[in-house]
């Protein structure tokens, strides 16, 4: 079975940076699509950004775009999220997930785990002076 295990989270103050990791058990995660996601207080899952199992294009959410950065070492079968210029509404428990084939811009818009085939336990942000 794929475990996806995410570290990096933490506490940060505002306009700080961190650097999430998403660590995959899977000799063929150049093969996958990995997914950033999150899910604050008392509201629903929310994606962030998307990489391909190509070239490594990537896709942002406008609440994120500019400010986060995602990437993947298959070597390492490990994908990562550069956050950047951190706002208190960023706050909350962050996920990776994979896919084999691109999850449509619509599901994404309204995502749920079962959309995805495996995901990670989660690693909290908290954004806070």
């Known amino acids: 079975q794929v475990q996806l295990v995410e570290s990096g989270g933490g506490l940060v103050q505002p306009g700080g940076s961190l650097r999430l990791s998403c660590v995959v058990s899977?000799?063929?995660?150049?093969?996958?699509?990995i997914y950033w996601l999150r899910q604050a207080p008392g509201k629903g899952l929310e994606w962030i950004s998307s990489?391909?199992?190509?070239?490594?294009?990537?896709w942002y959410a406008d609440s994120v775009k500019g400010r986060f950065t995602m990437s993947r070492d298959n070597a390492k079968s490990t994908a990562y999220l550069q956050m950047n210029s951190l706002k208190s509404e960023d706050t909350a428990v962050y996920y990776c997930a994979l896919a084999g084939s691109r999850v449509r811009a619509d599901v994404l818009a309204n995502p749920r785990r079962a959309d995805f085939g495996a995901w990670g336990q989660g690693t909290q942000v908290t954004v806070s002076s």
């Open positions: 899977e000799f063929t995660f150049s093969s996958y699509w």
């Open positions: 990489i391909n199992n190509g070239m490594g294009s990537t």
